[in-house]
């Protein structure tokens, strides 16, 4: 597409601002004017002139209604996740080597359960598991080792009463997480690398995650570049949600991520961040996945990836600026005690105060 509509000049409150500010997907955020990129121009337009402006193009009345169209929350069980504030997914891998926790819960699905149970204590609202390093260079896991690592930490968090998504680009894995009790798909390749899984989805009707990289046939990290990152990361997102959607599922139960540090350079997570607000116009939730990317170790005298709390608190809050619905982060309480005092300063504002 040539045409992509950026949400910009956020406002502390749309009090006393009818007709010149707009609501951000349903949440906390008001804006009072889009950032128009066309034909690779770009130029601001005020709410208050949208009509005028742009109301003859259907592709901005489209970009416009999903904007401004509040999430409709997921209903997984007995639990419901809202899309109307920031949430906190806590990451729970067992494996031997993801980058930042590696080998600390393997072989100890009981521990691995605790930590988990241990996360939403701290506030995580879902907790992501997974089985599969997907850390640049990592191994291939067998789909039965997969399994096996996951599906007895899974039985155990359902027990609890935990909400649980499994990280995983295989079938035979997704189909026997959803068995043990998970709720949601999370796939670094968009449902790509796995010919089954988009039925498998389909037939399930759960709820899934989207996520880019530039060749997720072939893995996670391959690509040769980009020329406009952002608006070429939100096209290729647009065109799986309308091919995910054709074969059958819910596109209210369709999440997206944009992949920050798969495929990408520095310059280019930066652009997605800055830029992240755009992301709205594909309709669905966002997931952010930046704590302890290598992006804030480059950018921070090479700090290792458990020295990188604050690069990773800083990025949530840049997240939450732009209306991210889920963090994908290691830190659960430190990142939901963000998200409170984040919540709080805009409580204040929208009264007014």
């Not at 089954?196 to 893995?219: F, N, Q, T």
């Amino acid at each position: 597409m040539t045409f992509h509509l950026r949400p910009t000049q956020f406002v502390d409150t749309p009090v006393g601002r009818d007709g010149a500010v707009a609501r951000l997907a349903g949440g906390m955020l008001w804006f009072a004017a889009y950032e128009v990129i066309e034909a690779g121009t770009r130029r601001t337009v005020p709410i208050a002139d949208f009509d005028q402006a742009l109301g003859g193009n259907q592709r901005a009345a489209t970009l416009h209604q999903r904007i401004t169209a509040p999430r409709a929350p997921l209903t997984l069980g007995e639990r419901t996740l809202r899309f109307d504030q920031p949430l906190a997914a806590g990451i729970l891998n067992v494996t031997p080597d993801s980058f930042s926790d590696g080998g600390g819960h393997q072989d100890d699905p009981a521990a691995a359960a605790a930590a988990g149970v241990d996360l939403a204590a701290a506030g995580a609202a879902l907790v992501d598991i997974g089985g599969e390093s997907t850390r640049p260079g990592a191994a291939t896991v067998w789909e039965g080792d997969e399994i096996k690592r996951v599906v007895p930490v899974i039985e155990r968090l359902r027990a609890a009463g935990t909400l649980i998504s499994i990280d995983t680009r295989k079938a035979s894995v997704m189909e026997a997480a959803l068995a043990a009790g998970a709720h949601i798909v999370n796939d670094v390749s968009a449902l790509l690398w796995d010919d089954r899984a988009l039925d498998l989805v389909a037939r399930a009707g759960c709820p899934v995650i989207l996520m880019h990289s530039p060749e997720p046939e072939k893995g996670p990290h391959g690509g040769h570049g980009y020329t406009h990152v952002l608006t070429e990361v939100f096209d290729w997102l647009d065109a799986r949600i309308d091919a995910v959607a054709a074969a059958g599922v819910d596109r209210a139960k369709i999440i997206v991520d944009p992949g920050i540090g798969f495929g990408k350079s520095l310059a280019d997570n930066l652009a997605l961040l800055n830029g992240l607000a755009l992301f709205h116009g594909l309709g669905c939730p966002i997931m952010l996945g930046a704590s302890r990317k290598r992006m804030i170790g480059a950018l921070s005298n090479e700090a290792p990836a458990d020295a990188r709390l604050g690069g990773s608190i800083a990025l949530a809050v840049k997240g939450m600026d732009a209306g991210v619905q889920l963090l994908r982060v290691h830190d659960v309480a430190e990142t939901v005690q963000a998200t409170r005092v984040w919540r709080g300063l805009r409580d204040q504002a929208l009264v007014g105060g």
